[in-house]
């Protein structure tokens, strides 16, 4: 009886350790599932100017102007000066570089970390000055 005991004992606490895996491996797997959602995070478009040499910088800002004015200037015109009903035209908002990020991150979702950094820039390019 004894035994048997010990056994079931044994079987609850290892469909407790079994639950707790699997609630953690959820956990996990939803969070990688978000990441991933986001490809690239806000973070890493955000440093899109950080070490950049004058070349490179100028390659980036000629891909993000090709690119916003493609898929964006529709809305912002050119130099993101259009007003919007949402708000002021783009280039008179103060946005920090993690919206940026965030913001190309989403419109651009499916392409390439570079041409991500290279709108960034490019945005970011609009609002300096302001």
Known sequence: ?????????VK????RGTRKTALVT???????????????????VAGA??????EERERL???????FVERCAKCHDERGDKPLES?????ERKLSDGEIARSVSG??????????????LYVRSLMKGK
Do not use: N
């Open 12 to 15: 609850v606490a290892t469909m």
């Open 87 to 91: 708000g002021p035209p783009l280039s």
């Open 26 to 44: 959820i956990i996990f797997m939803s969070l990688g599932g978000l990441l991933f959602a986001y490809g690239q995070s806000p973070k890493q």
């Open 49 to 54: 100017e950080t070490s950049l040499t004058k």
């Open 107 to 120: 419109r651009f979702k499916d392409a390439p970390d570079e041409q991500k950094r290279a709108v960034a």
């Open 61 to 67: 800002l000629a891909i993000g102007k090709k690119l």
């Open 1 to 9: 009886m004894c035994i048997i005991l010990e056994l079931r004992s």
